[in-house]
């Protein structure tokens, strides 16, 4: 049973497809899964409890649709730590880098194509995506040469590691800041009615690439990072 103190990574964890909803709702369950419906209602000036029952209404639903969700989390909460890692890096880091290289120059095509008529939104967005392909390509490194080694190799960690594992959950703010922001000035990556398909290919794949984003983050900090800083406390 949820309520207004359930905090949003908590409802994700019960219900994966859950996911998709609060991607519409513009409502953070991966960098901020830690807040709570009150939290959040709060931040949008909403009453707790309508955005309770707009929350319940959304699990019923997804319930009643049955969908099958090709992210599986209940398989991934099975897996050993090592194996959550290697899985993140095949899963998502690789998929995530693929993404990159295939939008830079397409994003780079519209840019000088369509700049007559979204040359200032395509500028914003241009610049804010080479901030995210940085913070991406950085925060892979640091993560497959520094941190997940360390988690390897100390089962029960240091305080030293629990900060570089907190260190990466700042860079996880960063990303999910970047794009939140991409997010608002597109609409969600919405085409304009002159967009070509060059154009639609390069909101397409960037909203693949902000969705797996989304998945990643909260595998590491609601799962794999929380399941590692347990082992700290005991």
């Known amino acids: 049973m949820i ?51 707009k929350i319940g209404d959304a699990i019923d639903l997804a319930n009643t649709k049955d969908q099958s969700s090709p992210i599986d989390l209940e398989e991934f909460k099975k897996l050993s730590m090592d194996e959550m890692i290697e899985s993140i890096i095949k899963d998502h880091h690789q998929r995530e880098r693929d993404y990159l290289f295939e939008i830079d120059p397409i994003l780079n095509k519209i840019l000088s194509v369509h700049f007559e008529n979204h040359g200032e939104e395509l500028l914003k967005l241009h610049s804010l995506f080479a901030d995210l392909k940085k ?39 960063k990303a999910g800041e970047i794009i939140k922001e991409m997010i608002e000035m597109t609409d969600w990556f919405k085409l304009p009615e002159d967009g070509c398909n060059t154009y639609k290919l390069t ?26 800083k347990e082992k700290g406390e005991n």
Not at 10 to 29: G, S, T
Not at 156 to 166: G, Q
Not at 203 to 228: A, P, T, W
């Open 203 to 228: 909101f397409e794949l960037l909203e693949k690439l902000v969705k797996d984003v989304f998945v990643h983050i909260f595998k590491e900090n609601s799962i794999l990072f929380e399941i590692y």
């Open 135 to 173: 913070e991406l390509e950085e925060h892979f490194v640091k993560e497959e040469q520094v941190t997940f080694p360390l988690m390897k190799a100390n089962q029960n960690p240091s305080k030293a590691i629990i900060k570089k594992v907190e260190d990466l959950e700042t860079d996880h703010e």
């Open 3 to 53: 309520s207004i103190d359930t905090k949003i990574e908590e409802i994700v964890k019960l219900d994966n497809k859950m996911m998709e909803f609060f991607n519409q709702e513009k409502i953070d369950f991966c960098c901020q899964g830690y807040k709570t419906i009150k939290n959040v209602a709060d931040e949008k000036n909403q009453n707790p409890s309508d955005l309770l029952n």
